[in-house]
């Protein structure tokens, strides 16, 4: 497995080293405009249009039925069933702690201001299937969103040459309480929940992982005005930061573990350690990837771009990582919780031997929908207040009113605005 190491690489040499790959975007744009004009202009027709080219299949009905929710829990073993119960009572704890009132307060005498968190009204949900059913994600997604309280939750998925979505994604689903399930895939899925069709109803937010065609599909609807979306999504990223107390087979079975996501996937690992070290991490590598035979060809492809770091000190690979701010990143080093405490920027950190980033994608509780291509210097990963909006509110006395009057006439006249100080006076006179 040919990965390129760096030794001691300089300042200047950071940004090259760590840069992810720019896709031309002009060509999916052009690819995924269209489908989303045809599903504002013809609705469920185009959908089933859509999905006959795309999923091979002659879509009847677009929504699930109960029957098909039925069927799908006789295919759910009581193993399965027991494990998404476990990552549902632990995602579920951890995300209620996210939510609290928050106090009234009286900011002068006679003025109480306060928020409120409000719901939005309406979600949906895009879950990828095929290969990767990620039944994960609807955890994730459907347990802040019903805990905010959200009222309308929608969720689409691609069917496969059958027509029919993974069982676990369905089970899963309806286990949480979402009921609104469609078998739509793809940029039309997209299109589908920002615009509505006969069948499908639009949202005001739209969640969840996919493909460059269903990430496109979301900028582009959310560029145009018609919808959000929870957070700018790339493919899957990785960085472990790694001392001589870090494990070589453990290091290499987190870097294999991300690299099966997509082909694409960002691979990096900063470390301290001699070289023997390193050679230790490439030979368990190679090791561990004949053992894996199943989506093996990516694994190899996103290896490709992979990258090994090595720095004098641990304060020159955190520099490095601040400035990469990865979705996920493992800080694998004596007293990582110190070293952890110097991270501004990642989505997710994980500390220690013993905390591999597959435990959080599925079941320790935190969110594992994470901002990714260094969004993290900016954005939080999805939470309870990914589904709210905060309302500000302001109760005003007279005697309120008549105590920052004077402030406000003074404010308002210097940037010429007349009729805001007059809208105060008038009520001043009496």
């Keep these: 497995m040919n990965i390129q190491v760096y030794m001691h690489p300089s300042f200047n040499t950071w940004k090259s080293i760590i840069k992810r790959p720019i896709k031309d975007i002009s060509i999916l744009t052009d690819s ?34 109960e029957e098909d929710i039925n069927k799908a829990n006789i295919k759910i073993s009581n193993c399965l069933k027991k494990s998404i119960e476990i990552a549902y009572q632990n995602i579920k704890f951890f995300h209620q702690k996210q939510i609290h009132e928050e106090s009234k307060i009286e900011v002068l005498p006679g003025i109480i201001c306060w928020r409120k968190s409000v719901p939005i009204e309406k979600v949906g949900f895009y879950i990828p299937g095929g290969s990767a059913p990620l039944l994960s994600t609807v955890l994730m997604l459907g347990i802040p969103g019903k805990l905010a309280g959200c009222e309308n939750i929608i969720l689409c998925s691609p069917p496969n040459k059958n027509g029919e979505i993974h069982p676990s994604i369905l089970y899963t689903a309806k286990y949480i309480g979402i009921k609104q399930i469609y078998k739509i895939g793809g940029a039309q899925a997209i299109a589908a929940m920002a615009y509505g069709t006969e069948s499908i109803p639009s949202v005001y937010k739209i969640f969840g992982p996919g493909n460059s065609y269903v990430t496109i599909a979301k900028q582009i609807v959310s560029q145009n005005g018609i919808v959000a979306i929870d957070i700018p999504a790339g493919p899957s990223e990785i960085v472990i930061l790694a001392d001589n107390t870090a494990n070589p087979e453990y290091v290499a079975s987190d870097l294999l573990s991300q690299s099966e996501h997509d082909m694409e996937s960002y691979i990096l690992l900063v470390t301290i350690n001699e070289s023997w070290w390193i050679e230790k991490v490439k030979s368990e590598l190679k090791k561990q990837l004949i053992n894996l035979s199943y989506r093996k060809n990516i694994m190899k492809k996103a290896f490709e771009k992979s990258k090994i770091i090595v720095f004098d000190s641990l304060e020159e690979g955190i520099n490095l990582i ?11 080093c004596n007293n990582a919780i110190y070293w952890s405490n110097k991270i501004k920027n990642a989505g997710s950190i994980f500390l220690g031997n013993y905390s591999p980033i597959s435990i959080g994608d599925y079941a320790t509780g935190p969110n594992h929908v994470l901002p990714t291509y260094g969004y993290a210097k900016s954005y939080s990963g ?9 309302i500000t509110f302001q109760k005003i006395s007279k005697k309120g009113l008549r105590n920052l009057s004077k402030c406000v006439d003074v404010l308002s006249s210097e940037e010429g605005l007349i009729a805001h100080k007059k809208s105060i006076n008038i009520r001043l006179k009496k």
């Design 32 to 65: 995924v405009t269209p489908i989303i004009n045809n599903v504002k202009k013809y609705g469920d027709l185009a959908l089933k249009t859509y999905t006959k080219k795309y999923d091979n299949f002659n879509l009847k009905y677009i929504q699930v039925t």
């Design 322 to 332: 601040n400035e990469i701010a990865p979705e996920h990143l493992i800080i694998n």
């Design 382 to 390: 999805v939470s309870v207040d990914s589904f709210i909006k905060k």
